[in-house]
């Protein structure tokens, strides 16, 4: 099913995304072998504003973390998704309210339904590919 990974993984969205400076970043773990926190730090320390979103934290990475999209005080520019496709659904849903211009579904994360709503709805989309492993590719 490559077509269909590769429409959701268009070099114009990636490099309209890697352009999008503030990052929320649901399902952020502070634990620091959790992929989560690793591509988090690298995008923070690439000059990205990140923002955790996930319930179970108060501090991820020195910010403050929030339980969900409509807690924070301002709308991202893009939402990184960390979380297992049967959720992703929902975040597409809340990113979509809170007015966010892009989501990116991590590597290994696929969810066709949601990224397809989520184009839809206006967004930049990218599933299943890996933000930190984009930058880096690209030089940005």
């Known amino acids: 099913m490559q077509p269909e990974r590769d429409s959701f993984a268009e070099a114009a969205d990636i490099k309209a995304m890697l352009g999008m400076r503030h990052i929320a970043i649901v399902g952020l773990s502070s634990d620091s072998w959790r992929d989560s ?39 991202p520019d893009m939402v990184d998704v960390f979380r297992r496709p049967e959720y992703v659904g929902d975040v597409v849903e809340e990113a979509i309210k809170v007015g966010a211009r892009g989501i990116w579904i991590q590597s290994g994360i696929i969810n066709y339904e949601a990224a397809r709503r989520a184009r839809e709805a206006g967004l930049h989309v990218v599933m299943d590919r890996c933000m930190m492993v984009e930058h880096r590719m690209r030089g940005t």
């Open 37 to 75: 926190n690793r591509v988090a730090a690298y995008l923070q320390r690439s000059g990205y504003d990140i923002t955790p979103v996930n319930p179970n934290e108060v501090e991820v990475l020195g910010k403050k973390a929030y339980a969900s999209l409509s807690d924070l005080p301002e709308p």
